[in-house]
């Protein structure tokens, strides 16, 4: 008993020490993957933490790069290769090296001229509509494992409608050129818009005004006379190469020139803001100046026009009088290609000539309202175009429409709304086939717009023949006018929007002292419009 028993308690001891390795062993091992697991979980978490961070960097430079190119846009600085990028040092001078040659964002600009067009990468050209921005934004801290590097670059896209500009070499022109004798008549207003003066230049034969007559801007009569009678009156100058006769109740904003040698006359009843310049001599019937030239003779005459008209200075019998410049008429052919190489559609029209009630459902006629890209519509095939009053055609604009029209038209109760009220440019063209400099008029008839025709406010409208172009019975229209002759009565009135022919230069050099001449303005860039999307997009490859 006594061997046996320490023999059992040896064992026992021994047992035991096996089991509490086993323990150690165990507890070592839990340790161990505990320990792995929250290391790892720092490291996912550091990874995700980068991400983030990079993810906002990248998209916040990307977004930087559509702003910046926008500016360019609206600067009219457009970069010629249609891209524009920036590095990070660019946006935070405290780095150096390699890092601060590390790209910020890469934008590029494309545009198209219409919906269902295709993007061309570049800079708005004259036919665009819609411009598109994208940009690829850069992180300044990279992520820091392999699974952040997806937040190392960032990509955004942006659509914008484009809005052309105004007063580029394709868009000048007075409001009114008359090649030949004008029709100024019966409660007619010409009025400025938009910093744009509406000026009527005639190019050949005296001007005639007579019976409520206002225009805002310059009366030019190049190689005439003009006479303005009753209550005609200007917001411009008053010029021409030939006398000035001012009769009745008026007020002459600008100044007065006559660059003939005949009289010029001015009724002492008209308020003339600027000066009196004549080649010859004056004759006015006011009240004489009570000291200087106080007599009945042309200095007696020139004194009293300067005390009862307000005009300053007031010169006569002056040598150094200029003549306003000669306008040459341009001469406007159509040759489709010419449009089409502006990104135009061309249409040949085949529809009825006469668009009146029993025609105006005509699917032909329909599809004038449902074009979406710039289109011209050929109608000359026709030998007399009529918008009768009893179709009372709405014509709904969805782009810029341009016709050529034979040489009679009749427009009659024609009203035309812009979709989306945005504005749309329309133009009725009767080509000048003989490129000689003056109107060609064989064959002509004319240009008749009257009965109430109604434009919205958004809408531009550009009557280009070398016919005559009447206006009558209470028009309300936007836009200008060119052609062989220009006549107004019955209650008419011309805001001025100039808006041309693309690819004509319709400036006409009768400009001169103290006007703006046919230049309609000073020149707008085109600029981006209302935004219509903007959304994240994959990063290019």
């Known amino acids: 008993m006594l061997l046996t028993s320490p023999l059992r308690r040896s064992g026992t001891r021994s047992d035991d020490r096996g089991n509490a390795m086993i323990a150690v062993i165990g507890l070592l091992a839990v340790t161990s993957m505990i320990t792995m697991t929250v290391t790892g979980a720092t490291v996912q978490a550091l990874s995700y933490t980068s991400l983030t961070r990079a993810g906002v960097q990248s998209n916040a430079a990307a977004e930087a790069g559509v702003d910046a190119m926008l500016a360019q846009l609206f600067a009219d600085a457009c970069p010629a290769t249609g891209e524009l990028t920036a590095t990070q040092g660019s946006v935070d001078p405290s780095l150096a090296g390699p890092a601060a040659d590390e790209l910020f964002f890469v934008a590029t600009v494309a545009q198209r001229i219409s919906t269902s067009a295709s993007w061309t990468p570049g800079c708005p050209a004259e036919a665009t509509t819609q411009i598109r921005i994208q940009s690829t934004g850069f992180a300044a801290d990279l992520g820091v494992a392999e699974s952040a590097s997806a937040g190392d670059a960032s990509a955004v896209q942006a659509v914008y409608e484009w809005t052309p500009g105004a007063n580029s070499a394709a868009v000048t022109g007075a409001a009114v050129f008359s090649y030949g004798v004008p029709g100024l008549s019966n409660s007619l207003e010409l ?48 010029w021409a190469s030939g006398t000035v006769t001012l009769q009745g109740n008026k007020t002459i904003g600008g100044d007065v020139i006559a660059a003939g040698p005949g009289t010029t006359t001015i009724d002492p009843s008209t308020t003339i803001n600027g000066g009196v310049y004549a080649r010859g001599e004056i004759d006015s019937w006011g009240q004489r100046c009570s000291t200087g030239a106080t007599g009945w003779d042309a200095a007696g005459d020139a004194c009293s026009v300067a005390r009862n008209t307000g005009a300053d200075p007031v010169f006569y019998n002056r040598a150094d009088v200029v003549a306003p410049t000669p306008p040459v008429w341009v001469d406007v052919n159509y040759v489709a290609s010419d449009w089409q190489g502006r990104g135009w559609n061309v249409v040949n029209y085949t529809g009825p000539c006469t668009i009146d009630n029993r025609t105006a459902s005509d699917s032909r006629v329909v599809a004038f309202s449902n074009y979406t890209t710039p289109t011209v519509i050929d109608m000359r095939s026709c030998g007399t175009v009529i918008f009768s009053s009893s179709a009372k055609l709405d014509l709904t604009m969805r782009t810029d429409l341009t016709f050529i029209v034979p040489h009679n038209v009749n427009l009659e109760n024609f009203s035309v709304f812009s979709q989306g009220n945005l504005d749309r440019a329309l133009r009725f063209i ?27 406010d958004s809408i531009a409208i550009l009557i280009y023949s070398p016919c005559t172009i009447q206006n009558s019975n209470q028009l309300t229209w936007r836009g200008q006018y060119y052609g062989g002759r220009v006549t107004f009565s019955n209650n008419s009135e011309l805001t001025y929007v100039p808006i041309g022919i693309p690819g004509f230069d319709l400036g006409n050099g009768a400009g001169g002292p103290g006007g703006g001449g046919a230049a309609g303005g000073t020149p707008t860039a085109g600029a981006p419009g209302a935004l219509i999307e903007y959304t994240d997009i994959d990063v290019p490859a």
């Open 191 to 238: 009025l400025s818009f938009n910093g744009n003066q509406a000026n009527v230049i005639v190019a050949e034969g005296n001007i005639v005004c007579s019976n409520s007559v206002y225009v805002e801007g310059d009366i030019v009569a190049a190689n005439g006379n003009i006479s303005l009678n009753n209550t005609c009156g200007a917001g411009g100058n008053v």
């Open 430 to 456: 009767t080509p000048d086939t003989v490129g000689n400099g003056v109107p060609t008029t064989t064959g002509c008839g004319r240009f008749d717009i009257n009965n109430r025709n109604v434009v919205q």
